[in-house]
C-alpha cells in the first residue's frame, strides 16, 4: 500500500518502545513489527536498552538507545527516560515517515522531537492508562494521549475510554497472536522434569503471567491458591512467570508474598516464582501447565490469554470489559467475578474437578485463536499508517 505523497514509496516506519522485557506493549511492538515487514513493510524497533537486550531475537532492524541510570522516584526515572528516548529518536529524526509508539515514554519523546521539526507523522497505541498518584506524571500521561497525530486501541472498553476522560477519538486494531510461536517440542521426559524442577509432579499446575503485581490480582489469586489448598488433600501449585516492570512494586510484591503463611501457603513450594524466562522457556512452561490463570483488574486486551489459549491450555480469568470483548464464558474460558476471591477459587477448582470441561476449553481455544491474526493487524495499521500520511 503505497502513498503518493511519498512518490510511490511505501512509508518508512518506527515502532518504539521503552523497554525490552516480554511485556504486553513490547511483545505487541516485536510481533507487528515482524508482520508489517512480512507485508513488505520498511519496519524498524527502537527500545531502550543495551545492544542485544531484547528478550527475543526478531527478523527487523533494532536501534537501541542507552537507558539513563537508577532513580529515586518514578517522577524522576520517567522523565529522565523521555530525555533519553528525545535524544536518541533526535539523531534518526530525518529516517522515518511514520513513529509509532506503545508506550507513554517513548509517545512523549517522539512529539517532542517532531515539534522541533522532525518531519514524521506520530500514532501512539493505548494499550491502558495507568494509575499515576503525581500531578505531574498525569499530566504527562494525558500530554502522551493528546499529542500524537493518531491514537490506537486495542479493544472497545479503551476507545470508550479515551474518547470520554480525554475526548480522544481512537481506532481499534486487535492484537494477533502466532500460534506457530506457541507449538512445543517438549518431550514428555522434559515436561515431567520441569514439573519435578517446582514440585509439581503429581499436583495440578497453575501457571500465570506478568509478575506479583497489582492489576494482575496477584493478591487474589494467593488469597484463592490459599482457599483451595484448604480445602483439598492435594492442592494445586501456582507458578508465578515475570515480574519485570517500569514501575516499583516492591513494597505491593514484598507485602502479598509476605502474607502467605498466614495464608497457609509456602513459597517455593504451593507458589512458585519462576521470574522473567526466555521464550523458549516460556513456551516449555506453558507446555508443562495443566491451567492458565489470569484475574486481572485492568488491561489492554490481555495477549497472554492469546498465547495461552494458543499453546492449548484451558483458561480461567476474571470478568473484566477486555476480555468480554473476545472471550465467551464457558466457551473460551472460565470467567470470574474481578476481585472475588469465592469466585475466583471456584472458577480454579472447575478446572480440577471437570476434566472434561478444561478440555473444551482448551479446544475452543484453539479455535478463537485461529480468528486473531498478526497479518491482519498489520494490514489495519498500514491502512491507518497511509490515512496517517495523507492528511
Avoid at 57 to 79: H, K, N
Avoid at 129 to 140: H, R
Wanted: net charge negative; proline share 5%; charged share 25%.
Amino acid at each position: 500500500m503505497s502513498n503518493p505523497s511519498l512518490s510511490g514509496r511505501s512509508p518508512r516506519i518506527a515502532l518504539t518502545t521503552y523497554s525490552t522485557k516480554p511485556r504486553g506493549g513490547v511483545v505487541h511492538t516485536l510481533e507487528l513489527a515482524e508482520a508489517l515487514q512480512s507485508a513488505g513493510m520498511a519496519v524498524t524497533v527502537i527500545a531502550m536498552g543495551e545492544p542485544g537486550a531484547l528478550f527475543r531475537e526478531v527478523s527487523v532492524p533494532v536501534r537501541m538507545i542507552a537507558p539513563p541510570g537508577q532513580f529515586e522516584t518514578l517522577e524522576e526515572r520517567v522523565f529522565n527516560w523521555i530525555d533519553a528516548m528525545t535524544s536518541g529518536l533526535h539523531e534518526m529524526r530525518d529516517e522515518f515517515d511514520i513513529v509509532h509508539s506503545q508506550d507513554c515514554i517513548s509517545a512523549r519523546a517522539a512529539a517532542r522531537v517532531r515539534d522541533a521539526g522532525a518531519p514524521f507523522k506520530l500514532v501512539r497505541t493505548v494499550h491502558h492508562v495507568d494509575d499515576f498518584t503525581t500531578q505531574a506524571l498525569i499530566d504527562c500521561q494525558r500530554n502522551a494521549i493528546l499529542e500524537p497525530d493518531r491514537a490506537l486501541v486495542v479493544s472497545k472498553s479503551w476507545q470508550d475510554r479515551l474518547l470520554d476522560e480525554y475526548g480522544v477519538t481512537a481506532s481499534i486494531v486487535y492484537n494477533g497472536v502466532k500460534p506457530e510461536r506457541f507449538r512445543t517440542t517438549l518431550t514428555a521426559e522434559r515436561r515431567a522434569e520441569l514439573r519435578r524442577s517446582i514440585g509439581s509432579e503429581n499436583r495440578f499446575l497453575y501457571l500465570t503471567i506478568g509478575g506479583i503485581e497489582p492489576r494482575k490480582g496477584s493478591e487474589y489469586l494467593m488469597k484463592a491458591m490459599a482457599k483451595l489448598k484448604a480445602e483439598r488433600p492435594k492442592p494445586p501449585l501456582l507458578a508465578v512467570i515475570g515480574g519485570h516492570s517500569f514501575q516499583d512494586y516492591r513494597d505491593y510484591r514484598d507485602r502479598v508474598l509476605g502474607s502467605l503463611p498466614e495464608m497457609g501457603l509456602e513459597l517455593g513450594k504451593d507458589v512458585v516464582l519462576l521470574n522473567t524466562v526466555s521464550q523458549t522457556e516460556l513456551v516449555d512452561w506453558l507446555a508443562a501447565a495443566d491451567g492458565f490463570v489470569f484475574p486481572s483488574t485492568k488491561e489492554g486486551w490481555g495477549l497472554v490469554i492469546m498465547e495461552a489459549a494458543a499453546a492449548g491450555l484451558p483458561v480461567v480469568a476474571s470478568d473484566i470489559d477486555v476480555f468480554r470483548e473476545f472471550l465467551v464464558a464457558d466457551q473460551h474460558a472460565i470467567l470470574t467475578s474481578t476481585g472475588n476471591v469465592d469466585s475466583l477459587a471456584s472458577g480454579m477448582a472447575r478446572l480440577l474437578d471437570e476434566p472434561e470441561t478444561a478440555i473444551r476449553l482448551a479446544q475452543n481455544g484453539h479455535h478463537l485463536v485461529a480468528d486473531f491474526s498478526w497479518k491482519a493487524t498489520a494490514d489495519e495499521h498500514i491502512r491507518i499508517y497511509n490515512e496517517v500520511i495523507r492528511v
